[in-house]
């Protein structure tokens, strides 16, 4: 009998990474005894400092500098990653949760399928995505479709939303009523498998696509322009709401909404943006033009909705009103609101 201390974290890792080689921890030891004692040294390199093999090169070639992602492709990335890892947690969760005394072939699927089968495809999906942003990637991803970027991040994200519902469900079951039925769960994370399966053809989709140079793609781009040097996280947060409407709803704008919207709208919210950041940067109380912005941001989406849901072209009165709306935004300002008058 041999008796020695390690501290939690080191035990529950080596017992998780044990059971998933059917193997006990007695098993492992045993191993490792039986090849010091036969080979006589450490069957592992020690080393005081770890030195990883580089290969040699006749010449070092200079590094170019890290591209910086614009902050669109930042947001999507993280929350990919973040995604990834909740993905990962509740694999691991529910996985080392099953007692040993649950029999039965539900059970037996659940084991596999949350040690073995969704474990691979959750890590094929975390290097996908590593990949996609590695490098120098930045410049070529924008010029794809976001839009399909989002629908992939949509997919992963009820993905990570079922397994967090199994995880919350599965584990109390099994702690409560060890001999039920966990052929339901079985079903639920067979479907996640085949959702799963389903993303690879959208990356494809969006590694193959091509920014629209228009419309809705376009028009969000002169948002994010405006947005991004701004600081105050409210106003970042309406505008990112209002690029969400934009995607949504621009396409279903008549041809006269969207001309307006481009020519008058979208300078006025611009300008806006730009006057907050001014502010920012000066040190000055921005709480003024923060306001603006919100105000420019709620015509504007009041603008992208209506028309995008009514798919008909405003009448005098309605388009009266929202220019009244913009003559007060720069009358705030103490500019003059310019040439905005309707037409018949």
């Known amino acids: ?63 170019p500098e890290a591209e910086t992602p614009p902050p669109a492709l930042t947001r999507r990335q993280e929350r990919l990653e973040d995604l990834c890892r909740e993905i990962r947690r509740s694999l691991t969760a529910i996985h080392t949760a099953i007692p040993a005394s649950i029999t039965g072939l539900p059970m037996e699927a659940v084991r596999l399928l949350c040690g073995d089968e969704l474990k691979d495809k959750a890590a094929a999906v975390s290097a996908a995505c590593r990949s996609l942003f590695s490098g120098g990637n930045a410049q070529l991803l924008e010029q794809k479709d976001l839009t399909v970027l989002d629908e992939y991040t949509d997919s992963l994200s009820a993905i990570a939303g079922e397994l967090l519902d199994v995880e919350r469900t599965l584990i109390p079951a099994m702690k409560t009523a060890p001999g039920g039925d ?33 419309g809705a793609q376009a028009a969000r781009a002169r948002l994010q322009r405006a947005a991004a040097p701004v600081g105050t996280p409210y106003v970042r947060a309406a505008a990112e709401t209002l690029e969400g409407l934009i995607l949504r709803h621009y ?90 008058t309707p037409t018949g």
């Open 1 to 63: 009998m041999i008796n020695f201390r390690v501290d939690e974290d080191t035990k529950r890792d080596m017992e998780l990474a044990c059971k998933e080689m059917g193997l006990t921890m007695t098993t492992a030891f045993t191993i490792f005894a039986k090849k010091v004692g036969k080979e006589k040294r450490i069957p592992f390199e020690i080393t005081a400092e770890p030195h990883p093999y580089q290969p040699r090169r006749r010449e070092q070639l200079p590094q």
């Open 182 to 214: 966990y052929a339901p769960w079985q079903e639920r994370l067979e479907e996640v498998s085949r959702q799963f399966d389903g993303l690879a053809a959208v990356l494809r989709r969006f590694t193959s696509s091509t920014a629209p140079n228009g």
């Open 251 to 340: 396409d279903a704008l008549p041809v006269r909404a969207q001309a307006r919207l481009e020519a008058d709208y979208l300078p006025t919210l611009e300008r806006a943006l730009g006057e907050l950041a001014r502010a920012e940067r000066d040190g000055a109380d921005g709480t003024g033009e923060a306001a603006l912005c919100l105000r420019a941001v709620n015509v504007l989406s009041q603008v992208v909705t209506e028309g995008g849901q009514s798919r008909r072209e405003w009448d005098r009165r309605g388009l009266e009103a929202e220019v009244e709306a913009l003559e007060r935004l720069a009358a705030m300002r103490g500019d003059v609101a310019g040439d905005i």
